[in-house]
């Protein structure tokens, strides 16, 4: 039985690790989580914030998730929104989800990121 999403996995191109550190880490505001000694061999990184963890693998042929994507909930969306535009990462409001406010962004190696939060009342 599934009980939890435990990350969610997206690939990268090698030699791409500090530019993912700048958007995840520094852009997104997550931490940089250590990899086990035998998959840290490998190249990528891994990010968390909370319980939602992200982790970039490098691809020999890569090419970036354009429609796949992660889905991550946010709170004070505009206020995400603005922090990620301050910091170069471009923004792309949605309005066709009812019930929610959303909007893309991608990391600088092109995957598709979607951040959402509920529309209470």
């Given at each position: 039985?599934?009980?939890?999403l435990?990350?969610?996995?997206?690939?990268?191109?090698?030699?791409?690790?500090?530019?993912?550190?700048?958007?995840?880490?520094?852009?997104?505001?997550?931490?940089?989580?250590?990899?086990?000694?035998?998959?840290a061999?490998?190249?990528?990184?891994?990010?968390?914030?909370?319980?939602?963890?992200?982790?970039?693998?490098?691809?020999?042929?890569?090419?970036?998730?354009?429609?796949?994507?992660?889905?991550?909930?946010?709170?004070?969306?505009?206020?995400?929104?603005?922090?990620l535009?301050?910091?170069?990462?471009?923004?792309?409001?949605?309005?066709?989800?009812?019930?929610?406010?959303?909007?893309?962004?991608?990391?600088?190696?092109?995957?598709?990121?979607?951040?959402?939060?509920?529309?209470?009342?």
């Open positions: 039985m599934i009980a939890a435990d990350h969610v996995q997206l690939a990268a191109p090698a030699g791409s690790e500090d530019e993912l550190r700048g958007y995840y880490a520094h852009t997104l505001g997550m931490t940089e989580i250590a990899k086990p000694p035998v998959l061999a490998r190249g990528g990184c891994w990010f968390q914030a909370g319980p939602v963890q992200l982790h970039l693998g490098i691809e020999a042929d890569f090419r970036p998730a354009r429609k796949a994507h992660p889905g991550l909930r946010v709170t004070d969306i505009e206020a995400y929104a603005a922090r535009a301050e910091r170069g990462a471009e923004v792309t409001w949605d309005e066709d989800l009812p019930g929610h406010r959303r909007f893309f962004s991608h990391d600088p190696v092109g995957n598709r990121l979607e951040f959402l939060e509920p529309v209470t009342g």
